[in-house]
Every structure is written in C-alpha cells, then in structure tokens.
C-alpha cells in the first residue's frame, strides 16, 4: 500500500516569489491536513481538506492556501514568500478527520 | 498558547534503560492522545494512541500513561535502543478539530 506522496522533497525559492506543494493521500483516504514544521514553532496546524471542502484552517495568514481535488490530492500554495516561510512542510491523510494520521516525508521549503 | 506542553526537550538514555517522556495539556475536550515518532529526513509516524478512559496501554516496548485528573500523558520507552534514537511528538485532539503538537523531546539513546 503506497504511502502519503509529497512532491517536491527539496525547494529553493526567492523572497517574493509563490510556491505550489502537492500531496497525494493513501488511496481511499479523504481527508489531507498540512503541518508547517519548524526548530523553533514545531508542528503547527495550517488547514486540513475533507472531501474537497476545507474543514478546518490554522492561523496562518491569507498567503497560505490550499485545494483538495476529486481524487483526493491536495495542493498548498504560499504566494509572496517571506524568509520566516523556510520550514518542512508535511502532509498528513486519514480516512476520517485527524484519527491515525499518516504523514509523507515532507517537502523542505528554503526561501533565500 | 501552547495547548500541549511536552518535557524534556532532549533526553539522553542509556542502551537498555528507561525513556520517559511527558506532556500536560489544559482542554478537557481533547479526547484522543497520540504520539509520533520522527527519524531525520522523515514525517511524524504514529507509535501509539490513548483515550482517555483508560489509564494505561502497551505495546511491545512502549508505553503510554494517562493521568486524566491531572491532566498529563506520558510516553514510557522500557529496554531503550540506538535504534529509538529520533524525536517523539505527543498530540492532543478534541473531535474532529486538528491534532494539536507539542514541540518534541530530541532521544539519544547510548551504547
């Protein structure tokens, strides 16, 4: 059973510029949340899509965003990066919202 | 504010010993207690879940330990090996709302 798919693994951008992250959740999952991981903040929420509504959003400003597809896919995209934005970046699938969450590896996000 | 407050930041144990690992939470609507273990380069996996109506469970070497009065959890690593060298994440959920994080304890296990 394949796992949670996050593409790119590695991302080197320039301040100012917007960024798309994609997911792809364990088949038959319906629910995708996204994790802003850092040293400093640890795991912090950002917004969560259950059947491509989103359910649920962390406080992140509005230059955060996200979108679910009929597959099940997710995308996260940060427009006008900051360097404070340079963190892992991780998405997480269940089959139902937050209960046995299973993470993908993350995509490591460097603004420079 | 942080919702899940989780100690030690690191911890350094010797091969075979005993790992312990703490958090303490404040909503009493939180109903679903998990912890996650992270290897370098890699997301959070699951270790293992509590609710709380039980005080304690166990699998394999890890154990989890609930204090519903007091409002703490703990994570107990027995016969600690190099191999659970990584950081451990406790978690807090109430419904259907996000899972909640604390910030990590960093182990090192030791020969």
């Known amino acids: 059973k394949a796992g949670v798919t996050q593409t790119p693994r590695y991302l080197i951008k320039t301040r100012g510029q917007q960024v798309t992250l994609s997911c792809s959740p364990i088949s038959g999952h319906r629910s995708v949340s996204w994790y802003q991981q850092t040293p400093g903040q640890g795991l912090q929420f950002l917004f969560e899509?259950?059947?491509?509504?989103?359910?649920n959003k962390g406080n992140f400003p509005g230059r955060f965003s996200g979108r679910q597809f009929s597959n099940s896919r997710s995308e996260m995209n940060v427009s006008t990066l900051e360097l404070g934005d340079s963190a892992l970046y991780l998405c997480?699938?269940?089959?139902?919202?937050?209960?046995?969450?299973?993470f993908g590896s993350g995509t490591r996000l460097t603004v420079v | 504010q942080q919702q899940v407050k989780q100690s030690p930041q690191s911890l350094i144990v010797q091969k075979g010993g005993i790992s312990i690992i703490n958090c303490a939470y404040e909503n009493t609507a939180f109903d679903y207690f998990p912890w996650y273990q992270q290897f370098p380069g890699k997301g959070p996996a699951l270790l293992i879940a509590i609710r709380p109506d039980v005080s304690e469970k166990k699998e394999g070497r890890f154990t989890i330990s609930f204090n519903k009065s007091a409002k703490q959890f703990s994570l107990h690593i027995m016969d600690s090996q190099p191999g659970d060298s990584a950081t451990y994440f406790c978690a807090a959920q109430a419904g259907n709302t996000p899972l909640v994080f604390g910030k990590g304890t960093r182990l090192s296990v030791i020969a």
């Open positions: 997480a699938s269940s089959f139902e919202t937050g209960i046995g969450y299973t």
């Open positions: 899509y259950f059947s491509e509504t989103q359910r």
